[in-house]
């Protein structure tokens, strides 16, 4: 079993759609968790970064952390096809522990 | 400001073969870490350098080594290259002061063996 798992994909929604990526992971240590976006050819870009249970909320993006279930969500509003891209979760435990652990990536397309 | 830059973009490599890759951090960042991501699959975590000690190692054979200069740039070493080390190798710099520094990543260097 991978720490991390993650719904491949590919998910496609129209324009406007609310969009939710979800991962769950198995580590207890995990105490901080991330989501990238990452487009074709490019490298991962840090759009949300979060410290234990809670909710984070940036403009159109909402992070949500659920330890006690081991769960991880984004939730994207008014989706815009600018939007389309791989979203990557990931996590890492801290205290000592440098290693950010990804999954798989969901990929994502908002048709217009 | 300048993110992190990685060179080259793309590279071709056959079996055997040796490669070097470079990164140079954001400016003000102290830390890189490099990864390698395959086709369909998330970045895995090859090493953490801070302060040019290495401060991490994720499950990489012996032939992947790094290093990093006193300008905070690094290398990052692949020797006796195999079909399987196809792959999109990242850089990613952060502050590094703390063990929960956000990661920013580069573009990449695209690395085929053939």
Avoid at chain 1, 12 to 36: D, H, K, R
Avoid at chain 2, 5 to 16: A, D, F, N, V
Avoid at chain 2, 87 to 99: I, M
């Amino acid at each position: 079993q991978k720490e991390v798992e993650q719904d491949p994909g590919p998910l496609s929604v129209p324009e406007g759609a609310i969009v939710s990526l979800n991962c769950t992971y198995s580590n207890s240590a995990f105490q901080y968790f991330m989501w990238y976006r990452q487009y074709s050819r490019k490298g991962p870009e840090l759009l949300m970064y979060t410290y234990s249970s809670g909710n984070k909320e940036d403009g159109r993006f909402t992070a949500q952390v659920d330890k006690s279930s081991k769960y991880i969500s984004l939730f994207i509003r008014d989706s815009q096809p600018s939007d389309s891209a791989t979203y990557l979760c990931a996590a890492l435990a801290g205290a000592g522990s440098y290693q950010l652990t990804f999954g798989k990536g969901t990929k994502l397309s908002v048709i217009p | 400001d300048a993110g992190v830059t990685q060179s080259p973009t793309h590279l071709i490599k056959t079996r055997g073969q040796h490669v070097t890759l470079r990164c140079s951090p954001i400016s003000g960042h102290k830390s890189v870490s490099w990864y390698q991501q395959v086709l369909g699959q998330g970045p895995q975590f090859i090493f953490q350098y801070y302060e040019k000690e290495e401060r991490g190692r994720g499950n990489f054979p012996d032939r992947f080594s790094a290093r990093q200069f006193p300008n905070y740039s690094s290398e990052l070493n692949v020797n006796a290259l195999l079909l399987g080390d196809s792959a999109l190798y990242l850089c990613a710099s952060s502050l590094g002061d703390r063990d929960n520094s956000p990661l920013h990543f580069g573009n990449g260097t695209r690395l085929t063996v053939t």
